[in-house]
C-alpha cells in the first residue's frame, strides 16, 4: 500500500509528522494538544526516540482510532481555510459525521464533538429525515443539546408511522422504550382531552353531530396500514396533525374542531417537554390540568 501526503494538510512549517491508514499529515503539535486531550496526554510523556514525529518516522494513529478520512474532516475543523469560516454540518451526512464523532472520542476532543452535536441540532429542517439516529446520538454523547432530544421527541411521538424494526435497531432497547412510552402518552394524553372536551360541551351538540369530532379523531390517530393498492395517499410520514383538519367532513363541526386540533398540538407537545426533562407524566389528568 502506497503511503502519499495529505493535499491540504502536509504543511512545510509543521513540526509533527502523523500517519492516519496511508496519508501522511504534517502539523502543529501545539495546536493538536490544545484541542485534544490524547495528543496533550502523549507529548507530556518523554520519549527516547527523538525521531518519532518526524518525516523519517511518523506517528502512527491506528486505524481504530481514526481513518484518514475522519482525520481529513478533523483537520478542516482545526484549520479553517479563513477566519470565521465552519465547515457544513448537515443531518444529510449524519452517516459521516457519525465516523467524526467516534473519533472525537478516541481522540479526546470533548469541545469538537460538542460543536458537531449542536450544530446537527441547529439543521432543523433535515432532522426529519434521520430522526432515529439523532436520537441515538443524544443518548451516546453527553454533550449532545437537551434541545435535540427535544426535537427527535416531537416527531417521532407525533409521527403517524409507527416505529420501524430499522429504527428499532438503531434506538436500541433504551431509546425504543423512550419513544414509544411518549408516543403512548401522547395518544392516551389526547384521548383522555377529548373525552373531557365533549363532556363539557355535550349539552351543545345535537344529537346528529355527536358523532363528528370523534370520528375525525379516530382518522387523526389511527395508524396507516398497507392494503396494496387500496392504501390511502396519506403521507405516513407526516406528523398527525398536519391532515387532521381534513379528517372533518362535516363543516358545521369543522369551527369546533380546528381549534380542537390546535388543542391538540399544544397538548402533545407539553407532553413531549415533560419527558424531555426527565418527569414522564404518570397521572395524565394532571398533564391535562397543567
Request: hydrophobic content about 35%.
Amino acid at each position: 500500500m502506497s503511503i502519499s501526503q495529505s493535499d491540504k494538510f502536509y504543511f512545510p512549517r509543521g513540526d509533527l509528522v502523523l500517519q492516519v491508514e496511508n496519508t501522511l499529515f504534517k502539523l502543529h503539535q501545539d495546536i493538536l494538544v490544545r484541542h485534544s486531550g490524547f495528543f496533550e496526554d502523549m507529548f507530556s510523556t518523554p520519549t527516547s526516540d527523538d525521531t518519532e514525529g518526524t518525516e523519517k518516522n511518523p506517528l502512527v494513529l491506528p486505524s481504530d482510532l481514526c481513518s484518514a478520512r475522519s482525520f481529513t474532516i478533523l483537520c478542516k475543523l482545526l484549520y479553517p481555510p479563513k477566519m470565521g469560516y465552519c465547515l457544513n454540518i448537515s443531518v444529510k451526512r449524519l452517516g459521516e459525521w457519525e465516523h467524526v464523532l467516534r473519533a472525537t472520542v478516541a481522540l479526546q476532543m470533548g469541545d469538537t464533538r460538542k460543536m458537531i452535536l449542536t450544530k446537527l441540532d441547529e439543521d432543523t429542517p433535515n432532522i426529519k429525515s434521520d430522526t432515529a439516529r439523532l436520537l441515538r446520538l443524544y443518548l451516546d454523547y453527553e454533550e449532545a443539546p437537551p434541545s435535540l432530544r427535544s426535537a427527535c421527541l416531537r416527531i417521532l411521538a407525533c409521527r403517524r408511522k409507527q416505529i420501524t424494526p430499522d429504527e428499532v435497531r438503531i434506538l436500541g432497547e433504551e431509546g425504543t422504550c423512550l419513544v414509544n412510552h411518549v408516543r403512548e402518552a401522547v395518544r392516551e394524553n389526547l384521548s383522555l382531552h377529548l373525552i373531557r372536551t365533549l363532556q363539557r360541551s355535550k349539552d351543545l351538540v345535537s344529537a346528529q353531530h355527536a358523532e363528528c369530532i370523534p370520528i375525525a379523531f379516530s382518522r387523526m390517530l389511527r395508524t396507516p396500514v398497507d392494503k396494496g393498492p387500496q392504501k390511502t395517499n396519506v403521507d405516513d410520514t407526516q406528523d398527525i396533525f398536519q391532515p387532521a383538519l381534513g379528517y372533518m367532513l362535516c363543516q358545521v363541526c369543522s369551527v369546533q374542531w380546528k381549534p380542537a386540533v390546535e388543542s391538540f398540538k399544544i397538548l402533545s407537545a407539553r407532553i413531549v417537554d415533560r419527558y424531555n426533562k426527565g418527569a414522564p407524566p404518570v397521572d395524565t389528568s394532571q398533564v391535562l390540568m397543567a
